[in-house]
């Protein structure tokens, strides 16, 4: 493929993964409002479009229009910069996504259905998630508000105890494939045991109490119930984003959803066997087969942490620091050994 | 194509370490050394570096950069207030930073002679720094770790000397 060629797919592609991501951001709010929503025994929206479908869209521009009001006495350079912080790096984790497999349109135009496939995919993403920590402990610190800053404190020091955990349960996973590569972790899930049960890592590497970690320390790095302490309404308001208000406040919001579905991605990638399933019928089918897998897949991934949402109660933070620092960690230290000396005594 | 990177993502760091020394506040240092410290991950990628520019933005930027904003957050550090530096500092410090680059950058380009590698020419790989680290220098890195392994004990003796954190506020305040 010539330069100037791949510099067209690659926005195309570019594109086209910010407008789907955007999307899936504003109707996993619609999804979450409605899934609670029956949960609870209510309607969830129904009165914008048919099943309140269009609720994102009235929402997305009821937050355009809304004041934008600055209280006074914050720090006005990071008070403005925390909300894009938190947004950008939590929407660019997922240019070194893989969706599918390779695609060739015609001799000359084939390419991966990915944005980029760089071989330390992982470590970008932790690297990124590990970046937007900044956006929220800076909107607390900048808001001049005791309750923002307790909030931005409780994320920080949440996010970093998880990290540990959540960064271990990955080297399991890791030495299993032998790559940092997302596209090569999930070629070495591809195929069957047994006959019919699939090679995924949640199966077959054992890595099952790897999953485990990785979800618990997931909704722990992403602020969600029962790990919602930054934000508790109960004892802080709204925490580190109680001075937001209009577009400001959208995006930490879209930050936070962005965040939840790379982490379902993830999970999908590297324990779920990314778009591996079975493929049949002509190319154009077996190019978007995968495609659906993968979606179906994260899509399982959200709608179980909407269940979770509408099922747990918070925890205290002692709970918190507990959980993270003297069960989760030692729990994955313990799952990395194993895996590390199965595949030693393996080979 | 990687000059012109070079030179822009070097700016960006030589900025942002003079934008550190300039800032009044605790926390407008930190970001200008998190900036440093971006700008300084993306000159390990463009040496083909991926694996240590990466842990560069984890470790650093990610980790250890974190706990400093947190710190000075919870201390709630003000503004600092300006001396304007002595006197010392300014007739023998700023000199001598002068002419010691000036030697160094002079010694290096001197003792290097033409001979300049190729971008991506090193070992950057995973692959290559693991077997480094666990082959070639195993000892060093495992005495290394034991040393980490002695000042976390450190800290934890230190942190944990008080019986109580009622009576730890007590004592500093009596």
């Known amino acids: 493929m010539s330069v100037g060629l791949f510099i067209l797919v690659s926005v195309i592609k570019i594109a086209l993964v910010f407008f789907i991501l955007l999307t899936a951001v504003a109707y996993t709010v619609w999804l979450e409002r409605k899934v609670v929503g029956h949960m609870q025994n209510r309607w969830g929206p129904t009165r914008v479009g048919p099943f309140g479908l269009l609720q994102p869209a009235a929402d997305g521009v009821k937050f355009l229009f809304k004041e934008d009001l600055t209280p006074p006495h914050v720090h006005k350079t990071l008070y403005i910069a925390a909300p894009m912080i938190a947004v950008v790096f939590a929407l660019t984790s997922i240019a070194v996504i893989p969706f599918g497999n390779w695609v060739s349109i015609s001799d000359t135009i084939y390419t991966p259905l990915q944005i980029t496939d760089v071989n330390i995919g992982l470590l970008i993403i932790l690297g990124l998630t590990s970046l937007g920590v900044y956006g929220i402990a800076l909107s607390g610190w900048s808001s001049n508000n005791k309750y923002s800053l307790l909030g931005g404190l409780r994320a920080s020091a949440q996010m970093i105890s998880y990290e540990i955990a959540l960064g271990l349960s990955l080297v399991g996973v890791l030495i299993l494939s032998g790559s940092f590569s997302l596209r090569e972790i999930v070629q070495a899930q591809s195929g069957h045991f047994w006959g019919i049960i699939p090679k995924w890592n949640i199966f077959y590497g054992g890595q099952f109490v790897a999953f485990f970690i990785y979800l618990m320390a997931a909704y722990a790095e992403t602020n969600r119930i029962p790990f919602d302490l930054p934000e508790a309404e109960t004892e802080l308001v ?45 190319y154009i089918v077996q190019v978007l087969l995968p495609v659906f897998y993968f979606v179906a897949k994260v ?10 949402r509408g099922t ?21 230290i313990a799952n990395l050994v194993v895996t590390a000396l199965v595949v030693a005594l393996k080979s | ?163 109580s954190p009622t009576r730890a506020i007590e004592k500093k305040e009596g």
């Not at chain 2, 680290?133 to 040393?147: A, G, K, N, R």
């Open chain 1, 312 to 332: 747990l109660p918070r925890f205290r933070y002692d709970q918190l620091m507990a959980f993270g620092w003297k069960f989760l960690l030692p729990l994955s």
């Open chain 1, 299 to 308: 899509f399982a991934f959200l709608f179980i942490y909407i269940w979770v």
């Open chain 2, 1 to 163: 194509m990687h000059l012109i990177l070079f030179l822009i993502f070097g700016g960006v760091c030589v900025a942002g370490a003079v934008n550190l020394l300039l800032q009044h506040h605790p926390i407008d240092s930190a970001l200008s050394l998190v900036v440093v410290m971006g700008a300084l991950a993306a000159e390990y990628l463009l040496l083909g570096a991926e694996f240590v520019a990466a842990v560069q933005v984890i470790v650093y930027a990610g980790a250890i950069m974190v706990l400093f904003v947190f710190v000075i957050m919870l201390l709630n550090a003000g503004e600092e207030a300006r001396s304007g530096g002595s006197r010392v500092a300014w007739i023998f410090g700023v000199p001598g930073m002068l002419i010691g680059s000036v030697l160094m950058a002079w010694v290096l380009l001197k003792h290097s002679g033409n001979s300049h590698v190729e971008v991506g020419a090193l070992p950057g790989s995973p692959q290559a720094i693991g077997w480094l680290l666990f082959h070639d220098y195993l000892l060093p890195f495992e005495v290394t770790s034991i040393l980490v392994l002695i000042a976390i004990m450190g800290a934890v003796v230190l942190a944990g000397h008080a019986q």
């Open chain 1, 238 to 282: 709204a925490g580190y984003h109680t001075e937001y208000s209009a577009m400001k406040f959208a995006m930490f919001f879209m930050a936070e959803y962005a965040n939840m579905i790379t982490v379902g991605c993830l999970a999908t990638i590297l324990f779920l066997g990314g778009w591996n399933g079975p493929i049949f019928g002509p």
